[in-house]
């Protein structure tokens, strides 16, 4: 349904709105209020509103390519496997403009919705252990796994003098 409201734009089916039709709309609505944030993807970059819950994708022309908008998060097709959704989610939890809480509603997440809650909190908790942020030692079990990388990785970012990526 998600795929078929961001490749048709005059597709309405259950969600009684286009998503990708409503987020371009709102976006222009709000663009004096939209507070740009930083995407940390090369190529793209995010806006928010925290009083719509609206977060906008934009890429290197200027065209909304997906965000979130009434708890939707979508990402035009041609625009998928690059990360997005998951900094979508990372960035919308950290600005408040969507709670962790309200996206499993009724367990309404589609598959690609749950890979992209894993992939965002994966990538937080990649983030928080690199940053020296204490981090519960029951998430860090699910990770364990990762834990060799993230800290091989460290090493080789700090001794070549690059940071890694926030």
């Given at each position: 349904?998600?795929?078929?409201?961001?490749?048709?734009?005059?597709?309405?089916?259950?969600?009684?709105?286009?998503?990708?039709?409503?987020?371009?709309?709102?976006?222009?609505?709000?663009?004096?209020?939209?507070?740009?944030?930083?995407?940390?993807?090369?190529?793209?970059?995010?806006?928010?509103?925290?009083?719509?819950?609206?977060?906008?994708?934009?890429?290197?022309?200027?065209?909304?390519?997906?965000?979130?908008?009434?708890?939707?998060?979508?990402?035009?097709?041609?625009?998928?496997?690059?990360?997005?959704?998951?900094?979508?989610?990372?960035?919308?939890?950290?600005?408040?403009?969507?709670?962790?809480?309200?996206?499993?509603?009724?367990?309404a997440l589609t598959v690609a919705g749950r890979a992209n809650r894993k992939s965002a909190h994966?990538?937080?908790v990649e983030r928080a252990v690199r940053a020296g942020v204490e981090v519960d030692p029951e998430?860090?079990?699910?990770?364990?796994?990762?834990?060799?990388?993230?800290?091989?990785?460290?090493?080789?970012?700090?001794s070549s003098g690059n940071a890694p990526r926030p």
């Amino acid at each position: 349904m998600i795929t078929r409201a961001c490749s048709d734009p005059t597709y309405v089916g259950k969600l009684r709105t286009n998503p990708i039709v409503d987020l371009r709309t709102r976006e222009e609505e709000f663009r004096y209020r939209m507070v740009s944030i930083d995407c940390g993807l090369d190529g793209y970059s995010m806006a928010i509103d925290r009083a719509a819950e609206t977060l906008a994708v934009y890429d290197t022309a200027g065209s909304v390519i997906g965000g979130i908008t009434h708890r939707r998060i979508l990402v035009l097709p041609d625009h998928r496997g690059q990360g997005l959704g998951a900094e979508i989610l990372i960035h919308a939890f950290e600005t408040g403009v969507m709670h962790p809480s309200t996206m499993n509603r009724a367990n309404a997440l589609t598959v690609a919705g749950r890979a992209n809650r894993k992939s965002a909190h994966r990538i937080a908790v990649e983030r928080a252990v690199r940053a020296g942020v204490e981090v519960d030692p029951e998430v860090l079990a699910d990770y364990a796994e990762w834990m060799p990388a993230w800290s091989a990785s460290e090493n080789n970012h700090s001794s070549s003098g690059n940071a890694p990526r926030p």
